[in-house]
C-alpha cells in the first residue's frame, strides 16, 4: 500500500471529489479524518471505510469558523496520534452568476469567507501537526476555472480558487524547509449526476451546450469522474511524488495543457 500507517484529514468530505479521496486514500492504507459542515455524508463516507477493513473518523466542522478547525485538527491527533496529510477540498461555488460590472460584493464575500478564509484556517490549525510528521503533505483541490475563461459570471469562484494557487506556491516555500510538500489538482468537468442532468437538458439550453462543448475539446473523449480524478491526490499524498511541491496538477483529461 502506498500510504500504510499514514493519518489523512480530508475536509469537503460530500458525495463527489471529497467522497472518493478519502476511499481511496483509505485504500491505500491512510488512516482518515473525513470533515465537512454535514453530520450525514461523513458518518456514511467513515462507515463506508471501516467497513472495507480500514479506520476513519467523522468530525463535523465548519472551515470558516477558526474553532472548529483547531478542533478536526485536534480530534484527529488525539484518535490516530499524528496527523500526515491534509486535503483542503471544501468550498462553495458562486451562488448568482453575475458579470464583474454588477457582481454583489456579499456573494463575493461568502465565496471567499469558504474558499480562502476557510482553507487558510484549516491549513494553519494543521500545519503544527504537520510538521510532525516526517511525511507532511498539503493537497488543495483547485480548478480548471482559473486556468481557462469558461463561463461568464463565474469570477468570484475562479478569483477564489486562483489565490489558492498562490498559496499552494508561498506555502511550499515557508514549508519546504520542514518537509512539507504543498501540492494542488485543478479538476475540469467531471463526470457525474450533476454533468449528466446538463448534458440531458434542451437542445437550446445554454449549459447543456456548453457542456457539450466542453466534451468536444477533451483529447481523452470523455470527462473524467471524481472517482479517477480522486487518484491524483492518492498520488501527491505518497512517496511517488516525493521531488514534487508547489505544483498545481490539471486532472482534467487534457481540456487545458500547459508546458
Not at 499514514?6 to 472518493?20: D, E, F
Request: a negative charge; charged letters at 20%.
Amino acid at each position: 500500500m502506498l500510504l500504510d500507517g499514514r493519518v489523512a484529514v480530508v475536509s469537503g468530505v460530500g458525495p463527489g471529489l471529497g467522497k472518493h479521496i478519502a476511499l481511496d486514500l483509505a485504500h491505500e492504507g491512510c488512516q482518515v479524518v473525513v470533515s465537512a459542515r454535514s453530520d450525514s455524508t461523513i458518518a456514511s463516507v467513515a462507515g463506508e471505510i471501516e467497513m472495507s477493513g480500514g479506520r476513519a473518523l467523522a468530525v463535523p466542522a465548519d472551515v470558516t469558523v477558526r474553532s472548529d478547525c483547531d478542533e478536526l485538527a485536534k480530534k484527529a491527533r488525539e484518535q490516530f496520534g499524528r496527523i500526515d496529510v491534509l486535503v483542503v477540498n471544501g468550498y462553495i461555488g458562486t451562488g448568482r452568476m453575475d458579470d464583474f460590472e454588477s457582481a454583489d460584493p456579499e456573494s463575493w464575500r461568502q465565496v471567499f469567507d469558504v474558499n480562502v478564509w476557510g482553507a487558510m484556517n484549516l491549513i494553519q490549525a494543521h500545519i503544527p501537526h504537520l510538521r510532525e510528521s516526517t511525511s507532511g503533505r498539503i493537497i488543495i483541490t483547485s480548478a480548471m476555472a482559473t486556468r481557462v475563461t469558461t463561463a461568464r459570471g463565474r469570477t468570484a469562484y475562479a478569483a477564489s480558487k486562483a489565490v489558492l494557487n498562490q498559496f499552494i506556491q508561498n506555502l511550499a516555500y515557508e514549508l519546504g524547509p520542514d518537509g512539507i510538500r504543498v501540492n494542488g489538482v485543478a479538476p475540469g468537468w467531471m463526470a457525474g449526476p450533476t454533468v449528466d442532468a446538463l448534458l440531458a437538458g434542451d437542445d437550446d439550453d445554454e449549459m447543456a451546450i456548453r457542456v457539450r462543448r466542453a466534451l468536444e475539446d477533451i483529447p481523452l473523449g470523455y470527462m473524467p469522474p471524481s472517482s479517477e480524478v480522486a487518484k491524483t491526490f492518492v498520488y501527491l499524498a505518497s512517496d511517488l511524488a516525493l521531488p514534487i511541491t508547489g505544483q498545481c496538477i490539471d486532472a482534467n483529461g487534457g481540456h487545458f495543457m500547459q508546458s
